[in-house]
């Protein structure tokens, strides 16, 4: 990354983030995809090194940076193939709902302790019956007195294993439709009612803690609800989910010039009919096509950061970045594992390890079925 939003703070910042993954990190991810999720320790080294609520502002405990450094920390863990752990969604998604709309009293409770990794949150949407529908979620909580009564269960929850904290979309009207929908922040340690299934197994990313959360009767205190009354949690996660779907098309560009550098070096020394593989004009031609629509994405992506930054991206477009990043970085690793010939299908080549776990970020976010469809209703509001 080189784009003009990179001033000499974030690019050095960039250097020191790219030397944390690349030394700290990857290096345990085979141990950590092995036994399906990190070490619970990792979340405190991560907030030591910088890496945790770099824009949240230091006087709730963040680095009282930008964008700018999150998408620096999105891009550099997707470079890396670190991906036991979703900083995207601690320090991206829950941060930020909790910057936005918690309380003062909210935000100095729980940002602090989110910036050191002593607390690892989650955000619970996904539902057996609801995954992009956020409408149609059945988890309900029901105002008892001074606490909340929540009933249900999320599947798919990214963190989920680790969690202490959870943001839960709950109905706390189911008559109203998106007006019944709520936003409701859960601590896990010692809570009756609450439990956690196995992690799932999935095609791709084995070492990320992805698990299903049951809520049984589980009382939360009216105090943790975000926002100054029910109602207010479908409104509030349609301003955020443009943030977090920048996020993973960052995360995407990483990932597909990392694919394009591992396939690079691995045709320039591997020898067909007794000469380099990078020596055939079909190898350079795919190469080429790859790299180019890499590039064209990034540009594409960094004149999307900018407008975050400037506080105008709109929901279409980052839609459109969403989809657009995750459907090219399959693309790419596609045809990058072909070059690998039977070498690309081997879970010890880092381009195998890409082909599975890029595969849900095509649905994750928001399946980008879902994404044009956004798009497309803006675009038929221009009518």
Known sequence: MTAGWMTEDVVQFRDTVRKVFEREFA??????????????????????????????????????????????????????????????????????????YGSEAQKLRWLPKMATGELV?????????????????????????????????KTFITNGHHADLVCVVVKTDPTRGAKGVSLLMVETADLPGFRRGALLEKIGQHGQDTAELFFDGVRVPAENLLGDEEGLGFRQLMQQLA?????????????????????????????????????????????AECQTDATITQAFVDACIVRQLEGTLDVPTAAMAKWSATDKLCRIIDECLQLHGGYGYMTEYPIARLYADARVLRILGGANEVMKELIARSMERQV
């Not at 995407?252 to 009919?273: K, S």
Request: aromatic content about 8%; overall charge neutral; some cysteine.
């Open 27 to 100: 290096p345990l991810e085979e141990r950590w995809r092995r036994q399906h999720l990190a070490d619970r320790s990792v979340w405190r080294q991560a907030g030591e090194m910088g890496l945790l609520c770099t824009s949240i502002p230091e006087a709730y405990g963040g680095a009282g940076g930008s964008f700018a450094h999150e998408a620096v920390v999105a891009y550099e863990q997707g470079r890396a193939l670190v991906n036991s752990f979703s900083i995207n969604v601690h320090s991206g998604i829950v941060a930020h709902y909790l910057l936005a």
């Open 121 to 153: 949150t989650a955000i619970a949407m996904s539902e057996p019956g609801a995954g992009s529908d956020l409408q149609a979620v059945r988890t309900s909580a029901v105002r008892d007195g001074n606490d909340y009564v929540i009933d249900g269960a």
């Open 243 to 287: 943030r977090e779907r920048l996020l993973i098309a960052i995360g995407a560009v990483g990932m597909m010039q990392r694919a394009i550098d591992e396939t690079l070096a691995y045709v320039a020394q591997r020898q067909v009919f007794g000469k380099p593989l990078l020596a055939m004009q079909n190898t350079r031609f795919k190469l």
